[in-house]
């Protein structure tokens, strides 16, 4: 049967002593992960915890997260993974709505934040010893069925309100059978993770590389570039943000050397790219810039990299092809939590650079007459938990998942994104905003009339304002209002903040077309009309 249960404990049996976890100077061996969920499972059993329960995972990702995780499972049990920096509305509703029966929480101060009802446990303080399994692996392994329900994941709802993804133990499986060949991850490679866990992609390239015998190194935002060069991975996965910052550090070291350097660098890789389309003429250049600079920026990178992949939201161009170019192989992928996630994917054999990838095995892939993106396949969720009315919005009676997602597809099946026809404003970090919200907590303002958040595969939000009054509206004023009702000071999280916008003078309407009958955005059509104010607002500073 194929279940995550058995992909991973049939793993942590199979690769007992090898190494599987880093996490700053500590390692863990597949023996040690395995005593460490056996503690968990135990302890949740002793609570009357049974098969088909949920535990509400509130934390980062850490060895111990994962070890939680292979537990909850273990016993039988439903996942609800969160990370900590969550409103403590959005945190209530998950917790009630999915109605664990256990949480387990990162510290006392998760733990505070909690409802009263589920039991709790913490990371902190008096977590589950480590318990030597025995035959027990053998025993979790054939726990599950393929069509249990594994993971529970809550993701921004068109209300405002999270939705709960049902992911299926055969939806899990098949991204763990069929990622690891596509992407020419190896047992024994190492990979440093950067993304929470409870991230749809984090969470499968996890189980992908756990269920092969790989090496996890737990990184953060500050140790990222040292754990890089320490470990040097020959896999790594990441959001299209981590990429764009590697980009313009190289860029920016460049700039700082003097004219001299930036026009050999230019030279080089005008070379490289004449070089790529097939003109043999721009090899000497091609040579230069790697021998000068291009062994350089891999070296950021560890320099053994066999495979770096961008999921999660969309790569700009000219980043892409910057590490294709220079000789990094950078695959990018598609899918959504609903599809868990991964639905297609660009070959290390096929690299066709601008496209988002052409369906992994067992996939079907569509372009609806709306334009969106529909998905057939093993991957694909059973529904939105205690929401049959939104599930049936997206997944019809023939399994066909529309995605909401806007693209065209080439003759040879590859996919190239177009747009998101959902309002959801997903960032360059993979983060996924509802705007109306908090589009709604800033016309609490007096200062203005209008606002609509854009960001869309930018790294922050930002808002177009329209504002209240006549005559030249105080800037400063507006900054003040936008910081204090967005972000953490108005109840939503960090990364709600609006910290760039710009200001409109003609306001939203029916009558310019910037406005539905029903006086509803036309968000593209807005965003298409301030195009330019847009590209102002984020440009660097």
């Known amino acids: 049967m194929e279940t995550v249960n058995r992909y991973l404990f049939e793993a942590l049996e199979r690769y007992g002593p090898r190494t599987m976890q880093v996490h700053r100077d500590r390692t863990w061996t597949y023996a040690d992960a ?41 016993a039988g049990g439903v996942v609800v993974p969160r990370g900590v920096d969550i409103g403590d509305d959005e945190l209530r509703y998950i917790v009630e709505h999915s109605g664990a029966k256990v949480v387990i929480a990162e510290t006392g101060k998760v733990a505070g934040r909690l409802p009263a009802g589920p039991a709790v446990l913490r990371m902190d303080e008096g977590f589950p010893e480590p318990a030597d399994p025995g035959d027990a692996l053998r025993a979790y392994a054939a726990v599950a069925k393929p069509g249990d329900l594994a993971v529970i994941l809550y993701t921004s709802g068109t209300t405002g ?28 490679d190492l990979w440093v993770s950067i993304l929470p866990s409870w991230h749809t992609f984090e969470q499968t390239i996890e189980l992908c590389g756990h269920s092969i015998g790989c090496v996890t190194v737990y990184s953060d935002k500050r140790r990222f570039r040292d754990d ?39 030279a080089s890789y005008r070379g490289t790219r004449l070089w790529r389309s097939g003109n043999p003429l721009g090899l000497p250049l091609h040579l230069l810039g790697r021998a000068l600079f291009y062994k350089k920026i891999a070296a950021a990178t560890g320099g ?30 598609y ?21 988002i990838g052409r369906a992994v095995p067992e996939t079907e892939i569509r372009i609806g007459t709306a334009g969106t993106v529909q998905v057939r396949g093993p991957q694909v969720m059973r529904g939105y938990y205690k929401e049959p ?29 177009v747009g998101r026809a959902k309002e959801t404003i997903v960032l360059s970090g993979g983060e996924n905003i509802e705007p109306e919200p908090i589009e709604n907590s800033v016309l609490r303002s007096p200062l203005v009339q209008q606002v609509m958040l854009v960001g869309q595969d930018r790294k922050t939000l930002g ?20 910081r204090a009702r967005t972000g953490p000071p108005a109840g939503f999280r960090s990364f709600e903040a609006v910290n760039r916008f710009a200001i409109v003078r003609e306001p939203f309407s029916f009558e310019n077309g910037l406005l539905t009958q029903t006086l509803k955005f036309r968000r593209h059509a807005i965003t298409e009309r301030y195009a330019a104010e847009i590209e102002g607002m984020f440009e660097e500073r």
């Not at 934390?59 to 070890?67: D, L, T, V």
């Not at 961008?310 to 192989?329: A, K, L, M």
């Not at 660009?346 to 601008?354: A, C, H, K």
Request: net charge neutral.
């Open 228 to 266: 890089l060069r320490t470990h040097r991975p020959q896999f790594f996965a990441s959001v299209p943000r981590i990429w764009e910052t590697i980009y313009k550090a190289a860029r920016d070291q460049i700039e700082k050397k003097g004219g001299l350097v930036r026009a050999l660098f230019g």
């Open 304 to 333: 053994r990299l066999k495979v770096a992949v961008s999921g999660g939201g969309y790569i700009p161009p000219h980043v892409d092809s910057f590490f294709n170019d220079i000789g990094i192989r950078l695959l990018v992928g």
């Open 463 to 482: 808002a177009l304002v329209v504002p209240e009054g006549e005559g030249e509206p105080d800037e400063a004023a507006l900054r003040a209002e936008l």
């Open 161 to 188: 309100r999270p939705k709960g993804v049902m992911l299926e133990h055969r939806n899990l499986a098949h991204n763990i059978r069929v990622l690891p060949s596509l992407v020419d991850m190896q047992p024994g």
């Open 389 to 417: 009315e939104l599930t049936r919005k997206v997944l019809d009676d023939e399994g066909w998942f529309d995605t909401g997602d806007l693209a065209r597809m080439t003759g040879k099946g590859d996919l190239v994104f």
């Open 335 to 355: 899918g959504l939590t609903e599809t868990a996630p991964v639905v297609a994917i660009r070959r290390p054999e096929d690299n066709v650079v601008g496209t």
């Open 34 to 74: 395995a005593a460490a969920a056996h503690g968990v499972a135990r302890h949740l059993k002793g609570l009357g915890f049974a098969p088909g329960d949920r535990v509400a995972l509130v934390a980062e990702n850490s060895p111990r997260w994962f070890h939680a995780y292979l537990g909850t499972l273990a």
